[in-house]
């Protein structure tokens, strides 16, 4: 059999972990990467150096490829576009994937689609109109609100919270206003902030959400194939530190069956609605108290995701095989758990690099762990890898002390213990 070749933009852990599963299906992975000591350069033998926004580098990329992917959002849609009316097969369409690059365009489809998610409003004007605007939404729906810049942000970078309408006349919100506001009047200024955007093109307006009361949140993933067959994992939990996904367990212990059925609905509804290709990422904001559990759309990826790394060591078929499946359309693969539950740990960089030991100890500590790391130079706060764990526990003490075991194992990752 010859070995299709499926083009990638992006060169972070994601690629790197698609090509370990490309590599045992077969498949050639071509990917555009941002360095070429990066994380997906040091695994991928086709590994040309380029920038999403490069037309060139793109356009190289694709030539002879069966399709074209991504592992991030940040991508020229117009580009993306021009490619698929030229016939290259862009999976996810630049149409589906503009709901995960662009807060204000998923708002809207949500809506359309009658799906719950927090109540929310586009700002836009000079300073002063977009701060009477945050004040109005915030008299209707309470303090506090949420402020996002439509695009750019990831991590928790382009979402700030504000508590009273003063958090509007200093720091980052008035930063934001005015840069927004400038942008809008024609005097773009480039950054992640208010007043621009890794998406491409200057952020000339901002969202402004109700904060939901959660009491945690959840992810649904699933894989969609062109044809349409699709394929759920278990909702899972997830538990954010700074806008960072710190770990999960998969599946979400406790939620209650009508839950999951209403996660597995939004999720499919999304997915066929937006005609969706490859692996998509549903984050939830889950109200659980005596009543019925309320789940609110909070967030998309269309492509694998922190919240489906489990699947790698959890469950039959991987996040990053199903999407190298999907966008090739191939038969997905069984969604089925491998044991009872599975929990998940990022290892983040720490205050200082580890010892050159840690993993020898890391790997003595838990034998029962499964350490996976990306390649990436130390740094505080970035993503060095993760290390997951299957286990027979369903109870919340038996979770715990899983939680804990792989806990233990990062604090050696990080130079900590």
């Known amino acids: 059999m010859s070995a299709p070749i499926l083009a990638v933009i992006g060169g972070g852990q994601l690629a ?158 008035a930063a934001w206003l005015k840069a927004t506001a400038e942008a809008r009047a024609g005097r773009a200024t480039i950054g992640t902030g208010g007043g621009g955007s890794l998406g491409g093109g200057a952020v000339t307006s901002l969202l402004v959400e109700e904060a939901i009361p959660f009491t945690r949140e959840l992810a649904v993933l699933l894989a969609r194939r062109p044809s349409g067959q699709i394929a759920l994992w278990p909702v899972i939990e997830s538990v954010q530190a700074d806008g960072i996904c710190v770990e999960t367990v998969a599946p979400a212990p406790g939620l209650d069956a009508a839950a999951v059925r209403q996660a597995e609905h939004i999720g499919r509804t999304i997915a066929e609605r937006a005609d969706v290709t490859g692996v998509l990422a549903v984050e939830l904001f889950a109200v659980e108290g005596s009543a019925a559990t309320g789940l609110y759309v909070n967030e998309l990826a269309m492509r694998p995701h922190n919240s489906g790394h489990w699947t790698q060591d959890g469950a039959v078929t991987s996040q990053f095989a199903q999407h190298l499946r999907a966008v090739l359309d191939l038969p997905l693969g069984a969604t089925t758990p491998t044991a009872p539950a599975t929990v998940m740990v990022n290892f983040l960089g720490g205050e200082r690099q580890a010892p050159a030991d840690a993993l020898t100890r890391a790997l003595a500590l838990e034998p029962e762990a499964r350490i996976h790391l990306y390649g990436k130079q130390w740094r505080p706060g970035r993503k060095l890898g993760h290390v997951s764990m299957t286990t027979t526990a ?23 213990a």
Request: no cysteine; proline share 4%; net charge negative.
């Open 16 to 173: 790197r972990m698609m090509q370990e599963e490309a590599s045992a299906l077969g498949i050639h992975l071509r990917t555009l990467v941002e360095a070429s000591d990066g994380s997906a350069a040091q695994v991928t033998v086709d590994a040309p150096v380029g920038r999403a926004t490069d037309a060139d580098a793109v356009r190289a990329l694709v030539a002879g490829a069966r399709a074209l992917t991504f592992e991030h959002e940040h991508q020229d849609s117009a580009l993306l576009s021009r490619l698929q009316a030229e016939g290259v097969r862009v999976r996810p369409a630049p149409e589906a994937l503009e709901l995960a690059r662009d807060k204000l365009a998923m708002r809207r489809a949500v809506d359309a689609a009658g799906l719950p998610q927090p109540a929310w409003a586009e700002i836009a004007g000079d300073a002063q109109e977009m701060r009477a605007q945050v004040l109005a939404f915030a008299a209707a729906h309470g303090w506090p609100v949420v402020l996002k810049t439509p695009r750019g942000g990831y991590d928790g970078h382009g979402v700030l919270m504000l508590s009273s309408a003063a958090d509007l006349d200093d720091g980052d919100a």
């Open 394 to 416: 369903t109870d919340p003490e038996g979770i715990a002390a899983v939680r804990e075991r792989l806990r233990a194992v990062v604090a050696i990752l990080r130079g900590e």
